[in-house]
Structures are given as C-alpha cells and as structure tokens.
C-alpha cells in the first residue's frame, strides 16, 4: 500500500491546538478504510525543529507508538506522513473526551468509581513500561475515555523509548507537567530516574480522582513552577481528613518520595493485592472485561460534544507553515507508517462499500463491459465523494478513467454529469466517454490523461518560457470560454485540475474535475455556495461576515489570474508570507488584491503579462476583465507570433516550485472546501472564553531553564499541615478560593503545548 497524504484525509473539526500545531478530527477518503474518523495530530516542521529536543521528541513520539502498537488501552496510530512543511500522525479518535472532562462534571469520583479508572490506567502503564518505554507525562489531560467508557492513554510526545530487550535504563531530562513531576526529576537528579517516576504520577492522580485537588498547588498566585516543585519536595501531601484510610494508604505508596519505598519496581505485581483493589479480576481489566462505570454520550463516529466548543466550533483549517529554514531532507526521513491494520486489511477499491465476495459482478453494468485495474499504478486519486482509477474496456482491451461514486452521493454525481454532458465535446476538456451505476455505485468513465498535473509538468521541464506559459494559458482559457458559453461555472480552478492528454512536448491541456461545478439557468445568475481551494478564489466567494457571498462566472476568471501569476513565477501570489500568519491574513489579501511583481523572479516576465495578470486580479469584478477581453488579449495569443525575446528568456519556475508542487498553495486552507456552512466567518481566537481558558493553557509542561514559567494552578489553601482541604470540586468557581479545576487549570500561555521544550542536556 502506498503512504499517504493530505489528499487521504477530510479535515473535520478541530480537537485541540498548541504552540507547534493542531489535532484535528478527519474522515479518511478511499482505501479499506474509507469514512472512518481519525485523529490528526499536525506539528509544523519549522517549529519542531527549531530546537533539538523538540525534533526529538517529535521522532521520538512516532517511534514509541510502534513500539506500543496493539494495547486496547492505548491511542494507537494509523498512519504517520508529512509534507514540505507538516508532520502529520493519524491515530484512533476516542470520542469520550478526557477524563479531566468528566471529573470536572463529577467534582470528585468515589472510591469504587476511581478504583475502576485506576486498575485501566495501570494496566495501560505497565504495558508501556513492558514494552521499554518511560511515559513521564501521565495526567489527566492525556487520560481518554472510549465510547464504551475504557480508559485510552495518549500523547507520546515526552516518552523516553529504550531497547525493548533490556532493562529500562535512566533519563534524565527535566520534563513533564510540574504538579505531576516526581521529587528524583524535580531536583534533577544526575543519577537519572526510571519508571518509579511514572508511579509517582499515577499517584498525583488516584488523588485527583478521589478528592478533586492537587496535592501540590494552592489556592493563589503561589504555584509558578519553582513553588509547586518545592512542594513536592518538602511538603506532607494534604489528605483530606474524611479520606478512607485504605484509599489514603494507597495513595502514600506511590507518593513515597523514598525510591526505594515506592511501589511500582515490578509495575501492578507490586500492588495488585493492596485492599483498594479489593474484588477486582486483574484478567477482567487486561481483557476489557469490566463494566465502565458510565458511557459518554457518543452520538456518532463523528460526535465531538466531549471535547471543548472553543476547539470544536474553529474552523478545521491549517494554519500556514513554512519549510525550515535549515531544512535536510534526512531530518524527517522514514518518518512515514501504515498500520498493520490498515496495510494487510481487504483494499476497498471503489469507495465505503466492499465489494461483497457473493455479488456476482457481472449483474453490474460496469463490469460487464470493463475490468478494473487493481495495481498502484492503477490508481489515479480521489476526492471527498469519490475514488477514481484506471479501467480496461474488455471488448478491445482500451483503457480509460473511471471515476466511482457511492449511491449515498448520487446527486452530486447526476449533477457532474449533466455537466459533463452539456460541455461535451471541446478539444480542451476531458472527454466523457458514459456513466454506469449498480445498487451500489456511480461510474462516470471519462477519458485517460496520462501527462499529468500543470505544475508537475512545469516542475519537471529543463526551461520554461512565456511563449510556452501562453499556450498552456490560450488552452485553459479556450476551455473557460467554452464553460461559460454552456452557462457552466467551474469553482474550482486551480493547477491540480488542469491535466496533460500524454507526455508527448505537444501535448494538450485538458480541464478536469467538475465535482464542484455547476449549471446556470442564464448567465446572470448568482451562485451562493463558497466552494473553492483558497489560494485561487476570488474574493468575491470568500465572505468573513455573516452574510453569504454572490458570484458569477467572473470567479474563474480571478482563478485563472492566480493560475498565471504562478506559472510565470512559480509562486502563488496569496500564499502565506510567514508562520505567524493565519487564514484570516491570506483572506484579506485575497480580498484587497494584495500582490505585486516586485520580485526579482518577474524580471524576465513581460509588461503585456502583467498587465493581463493585474486585469484578471482586480477587486471588483465588475471591473476585472471580462472573458471576451481575456481572449483578446495579445498576451493570449503571443505563442503564435514570432516574439524572439519571450521564446528566448527563461522563466525561473521550474526551479522554484516545491518539491511537491501545488502542495504548499493547497494545504493552506483545503479545509475550507467544508467549511461553508457560515459563509467563511472565520474567527481568530484572541481572547478565549473561560474553558478555552482552562483547557488551552493549562498546566504547562515544563522547560528546565524556564523558572519564570508561572503556573497559576489553585486547589487547596496552604495554612498549615493540619488544615482540611476541600474535597469537591465547584466547576462554576462560585466561591473565591473554591478548589475548582477550572482555576486550577486557568494557566500561561494560551496555547496547549502537544510537544514541548525541554532543556538541552538528556
């Protein structure tokens, strides 16, 4: 099975999102597992590798879930890729939300309740611990309930992984989240620490369960990172006098900041039998035997209730990011995986469905005339509706596309092919050749064109003009013009779907994809539904009030100036400038035709194109350049003359590209394509409600050289040693000094921090 991409993925919704990227939920297009959700966990490459530690944490993360692949009580991944400028790992979505969650709707769990989440947590840590791994960031944040209410432990990213075959051996890094830290990591012990420093963890949260505190923050401004470690170096841990002596027993014997007196040296062997545990079958939970003491509300694959709205209600767009600087190609090599589950399961060719080993095919219309080709060089693609892969005519052995839809989307295919139908035939339009459908599917088979993408092609060529830029330009415009005489508005112009008949010099430009496309009844009328990649849409479809955007056909001729631009100087002229900046900043480019051709790149491009770049390219579509001025125009036909200079001065684009070409103008903001619904009211989360509050800065994970990290974590008043300390939570924090977990989370900075810095020595 080949690697994936972006292109496998639908973005969703967003889950969370921090200092070096965003999780967000995505359903997976084609293959065996088609419409499964997914979390993606994106970390952007420029960041990672800013610090060393930092990059090896993220390498470190991928390695480690191999390593603990195929534990129930584990978020295991599925998949791991990455682009010029993203990692991206694909992992199990747990729909139940975390743990913290849950506890802060309870305020407390009583003791048989914990008992049950603390007998999964160990299990889940000993199997990490068997397995050669030291997790050194258990918390609650990183506890996950299943829909069935199991426990699933995640984010790997500060796990130390050692030789499976031997011995854990010791770290030494100062890392973790500071209320969880053990004493031997706190004062930086040169002697190291080992799993016992996981155990002490797994403490701090059988008394979090159990009494809705931290044993080492207090109510207040004293809990900056240095305060609480000294806490947890010196201080009794506060019980609460109510506390069942056997739960505080417990407790103790992993707070026991004597290594040598802690349990957990041979993992639950060490405390398996203590009375907490009392009644239950050590083989139930292993075997995920035991009744959950409630299941969340899960409406669906897709429900994202327990997880926090400020994520949630985001648009599910990605961020731009930028290459890094210092980039090597062998920083990230290998980083790519395919899940045993997914790699060796039935390959679904054709969409959701399997194809049923009882159906007898040839009773489908398709396959009574064709076969498809089922090796990797028969597959062409797929979009958010479709797969589309070669096919071989059985009656002459002649071999086309075929692009296959499930009968659950068969208006949108009814519609592309009307569509198809009405701009048939034209030389520079992909040929249809029929539509097919069985109970299960769509086949709409078009003619092969096997030359490849625009920018592919550019991107592969030893030089490049503006004559030749001209007539690839005179092609796609003869096909626009033709679109839009059959009152047919294409929305979704952009590089990809512009292909080569064959691999011949003189091969022509065909226009593709029509998924998007729609039929006007006359040509004044308005279309209402934003449906494009960012990077090439007008501005007049894209819409950050409430109102939604009106359009006509003058949106491809914006497109088709994006197009251009990019050709003649191997950049996109809205693409995002640095990291820093957001949809919303491309957006407003967009919108105030924010470009110019300053670069030296355009030195060698002549004023008669950009002149026709800036007519296509202006604000007010009434004003930009009509169709028929577009095909006038003398730029447009300036490969059938003898123009010397422009068949003689090189264009730098094959050059500039990307490595990946289109990639890095697509993945901008492909994410919009859903996220239509509000007419693009996209919104930068600059002051964030309380729980965004709560959850997006909550306890920071620490950097040993950053003692001014204060972490503002309240639970308990520090009077003295024999003061009771609350045992409940308030989640609405109606008293001032309540020990309440949305104070207690309330924390510096406002981002959630999926990998984080640690100091420079290991």
């Known amino acids: 099975m080949d690697t994936v991409s972006m292109k496998d993925f639908a973005l969703i919704k967003v889950l969370g999102k921090g200092a070096y990227g965003k999780v967000f939920l995505v359903r997976k297009i084609g293959g065996s597992d088609h419409g499964i959700y997914y979390a993606m966990k994106v970390l952007k490459k420029e960041r990672v590798a800013s610090k060393q530690k930092s990059l090896e944490h993220a390498l470190m993360e991928r390695k480690v879930l191999i390593q603990l692949r195929g534990c129930p009580f584990l978020v295991n991944m599925i998949y791991a890729f990455q682009s010029e400028s993203k990692l991206h790992i694909i992992m199990e979505y747990v729909s139940g939300g975390e743990l913290f969650t849950h506890l802060c709707r309870r305020r407390y769990f009583p003791p048989q309740m914990a008992r049950f989440y603390l007998a999964e947590l160990a299990v889940a840590l000993e199997y990490v611990h068997q397995n050669g791994v030291i997790y050194r960031d258990l918390k609650l944040e990183n506890i996950l309930l299943d829909s069935d209410g199991h426990v699933k432990l995640t984010d790997f990213g500060l796990s130390k992984a050692f030789d499976i075959d031997k011995e854990l051996s010791l770290a030494h890094s100062y890392c973790g989240t500071v209320e969880y830290l053990a004493p031997e990591v706190v004062k930086r012990d040169p002697a190291g620490y080992n799993k016992l420093a996981d155990w002490w963890s797994y403490g701090v949260i059988a008394f979090e369960l159990l009494t809705g505190c931290s044993p080492f923050t207090v109510d207040g401004d004293h809990n900056s990172a240095r305060e609480v470690g000294r806490r947890i170096l010196e201080k009794t841990v506060p019980y609460p006098k109510n506390m069942d002596s056997v739960c505080r027993n ?8 004597d290594q040598s007196k802690r349990v957990g040296s041979n993992d639950i062997k060490d405390f398996e039998k203590h009375p907490f545990f009392k009644g239950i079958d050590w083989d139930s939970v292993r075997n995920r035997n035991l009744e959950s003491p409630f299941k969340p509300h899960v409406g669906g694959q897709n429900d994202v209730r327990n997880f926090a709205p400020e994520f949630t209600a985001m648009e599910p767009v990605f961020t731009p990011g930028d290459v890094p600087d210092s980039y090597n190609t062998s920083m990230f090599m290998g980083y790519s995986y395919i899940s045993p589950s997914v790699m060796y399961s039935n390959n679904n060719v054709i969409g959701e469905e399997n194809l049923d080993s009882n159906l007898n095919i040839k ?30 005519r059985i009656s002459d052995g002649k071999q086309f596309a075929v692009k296959i839809v499930s009968q659950k989307f068969s208006h949108q295919a009814r519609r592309e092919v009307r569509i198809l139908e009405t701009v048939n035939p034209h030389p520079n339009i992909v040929n249809f050749v029929e539509v097919l459908e069985d109970y299960l599917h769509f086949y709409i088979v078009l003619e092969l064109l096997s030359g490849g993408e625009l920018l592919h092609r550019l991107k592969n060529l030893n030089a490049f003009t503006e004559c030749e830029a001209s007539k690839f330009m005179s092609e796609l415009v003869a096909a626009v013009s033709h679109l839009h005489s059959k009152s047919v508005v294409h929305r979704d112009l952009k590089p990809e779907n512009i292909l080569f008949e064959n691999d011949t010099p003189e091969a022509t430009i065909k226009l593709i994809d029509f998924g998007f496309a729609r039929l006007l009844p006359n040509t004044y009328e308005q ?36 197009i251009m631009f990019t050709m003649l100087s191997g950049k996109v002229p809205f693409h995002a400038k640095t990291t820093a900046e957001s949809a919303n900043d491309i957006i407003a480019r967009i919108r105030s035709a924010e470009f110019s051709f300053d670069d030296p790149v355009f030195e060698n491009v002549s004023d008669m194109a950009k002149d026709l770049i800036t007519g296509l390219l202006t604000i007010d579509p009434k004003k930009r350049l009509t169709l028929a001025e577009l095909c006038r125009h003398p730029w447009i036909s300036m490969h059938k003359k003898n123009n010397i200079l422009a068949e003689v001065k090189q264009l730098p684009t094959p050059t500039l590209l990307p490595r990946s070409a289109g990639e890095s103008f697509n993945e901008t903001i492909t994410a919009l394509w859903t996220a239509n619904k509000a007419g693009f009211h996209l919104m930068d989360v600059t002051t964030a409600p309380l729980l965004v509050k709560r959850r997006g800065t909550k306890r920071t994970n620490q950097d040993a050289n950053d003692e001014k990290n204060d972490n503002t974590l309240a639970s308990v008043s520090e009077l003295n040693e024999d003061h009771q300390r609350p045992s409940t939570l308030d989640i609405y924090g109606s008293a001032p000094n309540s020990a309440v977990f949305t104070e207690y989370r309330d924390t510096k900075p406002p981002e ?11």
């Open 250 to 257: 417990f407790i103790a014997s992993f707070l026991e900041r």
């Open 363 to 392: 009773q489908s219309p398709f396959f009574e005339k064709y076969e498809l080709v089922l090796t990797n060089d028969g597959f062409l693609g797929h979009g958010t509706f479709s797969v589309c892969r070669k096919c071989r």
């Open 527 to 562: 279309l209402t539904t934003p449906c494009f990649t960012l990077a090439y849409a007008a501005p007049e479809v894209i819409e950050v009030e409430d109102e939604l955007p009106q359009y006509n056909q003058q949106c491809d001729l914006w497109s088709l100036g994006v």
């Open 752 to 762: 959630l921090k999926y990998s984080r810095d640690c100091p420079p020595h290991e």
